[in-house]
């Protein structure tokens, strides 16, 4: 568990936070803060004793901390007691290789579950986005935590597209993956979007997207839904314009009640994990359409 925290300023420009409510932020912060938040960015815990910590009634903590998942900025396993918060390690990234070293001892105080295995993946991909140093210090136990994640991948039933047949030695083996084209996926939601924000340029996005963003494109992958560069574009291709089709993740949806504005989907929360599933399981579809075969 670290001591320090950062908390961006920024924060309070964010879209997604300043939309909670003063509740929701409470928890937010709480979880952000919480003495038990490992380095790892999830922790041990149930609602309810948060919500004694906060002196809060259980009912009233488990709304509020709703409202923070249904934004992406928190995930829960409620059997396993984990909380977990996606987006920890963008802004607070380790400051050197032992801080990464130091991050087995974080991953004992984890529950095993579905939720710890993304959590275990989000910073194997995050530390390897970093420099040579940062992911030779990742410890072994994360190598041997892969296993139980792909097991759990290939569990996964979508609807989005067919599948491609890949070899199963292909499967297992991340030096077979194609590299993420990010100039390419950037062109291809450019070419697909016409009302979601176009992100900043491939140029200028920073270690925490680039990791994000090649751990769905690697997950994909070895799910077998492409089997090189060209068919993994033409599979992001159709996701990134089917969300352009949802009149909710587009913003022409009415705004919920209290805001100003209709949400509108961006590239950090499509590639959200959380996110992207719901988006595949058609949790988004705008009425009678069905989510594309």
């Known amino acids: 568990m670290s001591k320090y925290r950062k908390v961006d300023p920024r924060i309070w420009n964010d879209a997604k936070f300043t939309s909670l409510d003063d509740g929701a932020k409470l928890v937010f912060f709480m979880l952000l803060t919480h003495p038990s938040m490992t380095a790892l960015g999830a922790m041990r815990a149930t609602l309810s004793g948060l919500a004694e910590e906060l002196g809060w009634e259980a009912e009233a903590f488990r709304e509020a901390f709703a409202k923070v998942c249904a934004k992406g900025m928190a995930e829960h396993d409620k059997k396993a007691c984990l909380v977990a918060l996606p987006n920890f390690l963008r802004y607070n990234p380790p400051e050197s290789p032992n801080v ?41 136990a994360f190598a041997k935590s892969m296993p139980y994640q792909e097991q759990e991948q290939e569990q996964e039933q979508e609807v989005l597209a067919p599948t491609v ?58 799910l077998g839904k492409y089997a090189d560069e060209a068919s993994g574009l033409v599979y992001w291709g159709k996701l990134f314009a089917f969300v352009e089709a949802s009149d909710f993740l587009a913003g022409r949806a009415k705004p919920s009640p209290g805001r100003e504005r209709a949400f509108v989907a961006d590239i950090d929360w499509i590639f959200n994990s959380t996110n992207l599933q719901k988006i595949i399981e058609g949790k988004y579809t705008n009425e009678r359409e069905a989510v594309p075969a």
């Open 100 to 140: 990464i070293k130091a991050w087995v001892a974080a991953l004992d105080l984890l529950p095993e579950c579905e939720l710890k295995t993304r959590v275990v993946a989000r910073s194997k991909d995050f530390a390897e986005g970093l420099s040579k140093g940062f992911a030779e210090a990742l410890p072994d």
């Open 165 to 222: 047949l890949v070899a199963a030695s292909a499967s297992t083996d991340d030096d077979l993956c194609p590299k993420c084209p990010y100039q390419k996926l950037f062109d291809a939601w450019r070419e697909n979007t016409q009302s979601l924000p176009l992100p900043k340029p491939v140029a200028e996005w920073n270690d925490s997207r680039r990791a994000t963003i090649r751990a769905r494109w690697k997950e994909k992958w070895k």
